[in-house]
């Protein structure tokens, strides 16, 4: 029997490696989505504000039409810090592209950064509830986007953002599921890939990346 593999507080390319082998042994649905498609990317990010600003724009639209804002909207700021956001106000911000509820969400971020009422490396550091919770704490940051910044920018290992519509429907194909399953399945399904839930995201991803195209990122 193969030894088993704590993870990391962090993914690393070796433990996401090893996390997949991990899951293909024990999932034969995604050991079939490894051997169609290889390894997983490691879709990392970097932690901090410029990173949730981006995934508060991609909530609900494409990841294509997210990424040609942020890099619009960090053109003419100057670039994409607390200080550049929280000196545009909301009707400012609108008129770079952003919806009057992202502006507000980006701009409140901003200040609260800037202002030192939201510590990104403390929360980094803090233990994931507590972390968790005071992202939750701020507007415009529902559990899917604080997923996906634990997932991404922190590299957690073991997190599944529920709510995501690329992995609802890799998990439907994958799974062969009769329809796309809500988060209560999800989170029942992906429960077994516990301490690889985040593997096993990365994998679903590839899945599904493999099969449509433009590329998520």
């Not at 070796?14 to 490691?42: E, I, K, Y």
């Not at 810090?81 to 545009?88: N, Y």
């Not at 329809?179 to 429960?191: D, H, L, V, Y």
């Not at 995201?201 to 590329?215: D, E, G, I, K, T």
């Given at each position: 029997?193969?030894?088993?593999?704590?993870?990391?507080?962090?993914?690393?390319?070796?433990?996401?490696?090893?996390?997949?082998?991990?899951?293909?042994?024990?999932?034969?649905?995604?050991?079939?989505?490894?051997?169609?498609?290889?390894?997983?990317?490691?879709?990392?990010?970097?932690?901090?504000?410029?990173?949730?600003?981006?995934?508060?724009?991609?909530?609900?639209?494409?990841?294509?039409?997210?990424?040609?804002?942020?890099?619009?909207?960090?053109?003419?700021?100057?670039?994409?810090?607390?200080?550049?956001?929280?000196?545009?106000?909301?009707?400012?911000?609108?008129?770079?592209?952003?919806?009057?509820?992202?502006?507000?969400?980006?701009?409140?971020?901003?200040?609260?950064?800037?202002?030192?009422?939201?510590?990104?490396?403390?929360?980094?550091?803090?233990?994931?509830?507590?972390?968790?919770?005071?992202?939750?704490?701020?507007?415009?940051?529902?559990?899917?986007?604080?997923?996906?910044?634990?997932?991404?920018?922190?590299?957690?290992?073991?997190?599944?953002?529920?709510?995501?519509?690329?992995?609802?429907?890799?998990?439907?194909?994958?799974?062969?599921?009769?329809?796309?399953?809500?988060?209560?399945?999800?989170?029942?399904?992906?429960?077994?890939?516990?301490?690889?839930?985040?593997?096993?995201?990365?994998?679903?991803w590839h899945y599904y990346l493999s099969n449509r195209?433009?590329?998520?990122?």
């Amino acid at each position: 029997m193969p030894a088993v593999i704590a993870p990391p507080r962090a993914l690393t390319h070796a433990t996401l490696a090893a996390g997949t082998r991990a899951l293909a042994r024990r999932d034969p649905d995604l050991a079939d989505v490894f051997r169609r498609h290889g390894m997983p990317p490691m879709w990392a990010r970097r932690p901090g504000f410029a990173t949730l600003v981006h995934i508060v724009l991609e909530q609900q639209v494409s990841i294509a039409a997210a990424r040609t804002l942020f890099k619009r909207l960090s053109q003419q700021l100057g670039g994409m810090t607390p200080h550049a956001v929280a000196a545009h106000g909301v009707t400012r911000l609108r008129r770079f592209g952003l919806t009057r509820q992202k502006a507000s969400y980006c701009h409140e971020l901003a200040l609260a950064v800037r202002d030192g009422r939201l510590d990104l490396g403390q929360v980094a550091r803090a233990e994931d509830a507590d972390g968790r919770e005071t992202l939750l704490a701020m507007r415009g940051l529902g559990p899917w986007s604080v997923d996906v910044y634990y997932l991404m920018a922190l590299r957690r290992p073991d997190v599944w953002p529920s709510g995501d519509l690329a992995l609802a429907i890799a998990m439907r194909d994958v799974k062969r599921l009769p329809g796309r399953p809500g988060n209560a399945e999800q989170q029942e399904i992906s429960a077994p890939w516990a301490p690889w839930r985040s593997v096993a995201a990365r994998l679903l991803w590839h899945y599904y990346l493999s099969n449509r195209r433009p590329p998520h990122n």
